[in-house]
């Protein structure tokens, strides 16, 4: 099972990361206590291993200010959380082909939008479910098990040590932890190591 323990904001966060080896990292941009700045962003990036791919959390931002990042090598990934829709994100993949390379998408989609018909966002390359942006809460898991998704895709919201063998049950590409790593606030060392090797360990079962 793959795993993202995402908003990183301090070099102890990114040390913790290294040693623990999740698959992405989240440094978020948009509004939150975990924000970043892109000169902070950057800062961080250059001390993250080889192998955990960066992930850029937005909420409506430019494409053009995305597409810079990804061209920096500051994100790998843009994950959207706003009301990008399907012509946004095509906006911001020729936005970030212009610089060189195509960029991999994962849009949101809040759990309620999983009682309507069609969720999905075109273009998006990945999927993420969750409750709210950053909500850190959970939502009735049982919608996802009359879902059917066309894309990969991540659970997020509410995760952590007392349910994360849960969250694997339902078989998503990813689990998406970032409260559930904390303790009062800041990310928790232990908690990382943990919650990691028990993702890890679910890909052998």
């Given at each position: 099972?793959?795993i993202?323990?995402?908003g990183l904001f301090r070099?102890q966060?990114i040390?913790?990361?290294n ?34 791919a ?8 430019p494409a053009?200010?995305?597409?810079t ?13 706003g009301?990008?829709n ?20 994962i ?5 309620k939008?999983?009682k309507?018909e ?8 990945y ?7 950053g ?11 009359s ?12 995760i ?6 849960q ?24 908690k990382?190591?943990?919650l ?5 360990k679910g890909?052998?079962?």
């Open positions: 099972m793959r993202k323990i995402c070099e966060d040390e913790y990361v040693e623990a080896r999740p698959d992405y990292c989240g440094f978020v941009f948009a509004e939150s206590r975990r924000r970043v700045s892109p000169a902070l962003a950057a800062r961080l990036r250059t001390r993250l291993a080889d192998g955990i960066p992930v850029g959390v937005f909420v409506n931002a053009e200010d995305i597409a990042l990804y061209h920096d090598g500051v994100i790998s990934i843009a994950q959207l959380h009301a990008e399907g012509e946004y994100i095509a906006r911001l993949k020729e936005a970030a082909i212009s610089h060189g390379a195509p960029i991999p998408v849009k949101v989609i809040i759990s939008e999983l309507q069609a969720p999905q966002t075109t273009g998006a390359d999927y993420l479910v969750d409750s709210g942006a909500s850190g809460k959970t939502f009735n898991w049982d919608l996802l098990k879902q059917k998704f066309e894309k990969p895709w991540f659970l997020a919201g509410g952590g040590l007392d349910n994360i063998e969250a694997m049950a339902l078989d998503p590409f990813a689990v998406d932890i970032s409260g559930g790593a904390e303790t009062d606030g800041i990310k928790d060392r232990q990382i190591l943990q990691t090797a028990m993702a890890k890909n052998t079962q």
